[in-house]
């Protein structure tokens, strides 16, 4: 069973930082200098990517509050519609997720190029980073689930519980070992793209029923809903992509110069 261990704020200069916030920072610098790595791996304009995952953060924290609020805890915005202008004050990963691809498909299709090749890029540096944001979920212990006595429980304070933050960090280490697996290989854009959704969506899915106090529709958590449509989306990438003129295989990272 794992040990329930709490981080106490730090403090800085008189400013306090919390421990979740150290580590979504650290996630967020993580992916942008692995994205641009990538991109510089696959050829690909490294400020224009460097500039769109800029307008990307901004709309993961602006989809991650909207979804959190309309879906989860609609309540709060019929109380106080500003709450819906606090994007500060919570966050749903898959509205994150949604708001970041949206803009991310604006963002690429004005520029003239292909979101999907810069997709490709991008999520070698979300993955990773992914890591670090579900290590500070672990961390503050902001996902509890159902009591359990399995192994990889936490022992929470009144009973130990499955912790789903702690799950997901070790689904996102096995989904960055993949994506360094297949690192060499790119049969057609939207590869890595796909095999990310295709795992991880059916494993959130079966997570989302460890869930206690999530709101429910039909008796599926938002999170359900989002899940099954980012395996569809990852289905159907790999579909089209097995129709379409393969890529060559791309030379392993060692052999590319860091210019650019």
Excluded at 121 to 146: E, K, N, Q, T
Excluded at 207 to 227: C, I, K
Aim: with cysteine.
């Amino acid at each position: 069973m794992i040990p329930y261990i709490q981080i106490p704020d730090l403090s800085l200069l008189g400013i306090k930082l919390h421990p979740f916030g150290i580590l979504l920072a650290a996630a967020i610098y993580l992916g942008y200098f692995l994205a641009r790595r990538r991109a510089r791996v696959l050829g690909l304009d490294v400020q224009l990517i460097s500039r769109g995952m800029r307008w990307m953060v901004a709309g993961a924290f602006v989809g991650g509050h909207l979804v959190e609020v309309l879906l989860y805890y609609p309540e709060r915005a019929l109380q106080n519609p500003l709450v819906l202008l606090a994007v500060w004050t919570g966050l749903s990963s898959f509205g994150g997720f949604l708001g970041a691809a949206l803009v991310m498909v604006l963002f690429f299709r004005r520029h003239g190029v292909s979101p999907l090749e810069h997709c490709d890029a991008i999520v070698y540096g979300l993955v990773p980073a992914w890591i670090l944001g579900r290590l500070g979920c672990a961390i503050v212990h902001d996902h509890p689930g159902l009591r359990s006595d399995f192994f990889l429980a936490v022992a929470y304070p009144g009973g130990a519980r499955h912790d789903l933050g702690f799950y997901e960090l070790l689904l996102t280490v096995g989904l960055t070992l993949v994506l360094l697996a297949i690192r060499n290989r790119r049969p057609f854009p939207g590869f890595p793209t796909a095999v990310v959704l295709c795992l991880y969506a059916p494993l959130r899915f079966a997570l989302e029923f460890l869930r206690v106090s999530d709101r429910t529709y039909l008796g599926l958590t938002p999170a359900h809903y989002f899940a099954a449509g980012a395996l569809l989306l990852g289905l159907f990438l790999l579909a089209r992509g097995a129709t379409r003129r393969r890529v060559p295989v791309i030379a392993p990272l060692e052999q590319h110069s860091p210019a650019g």
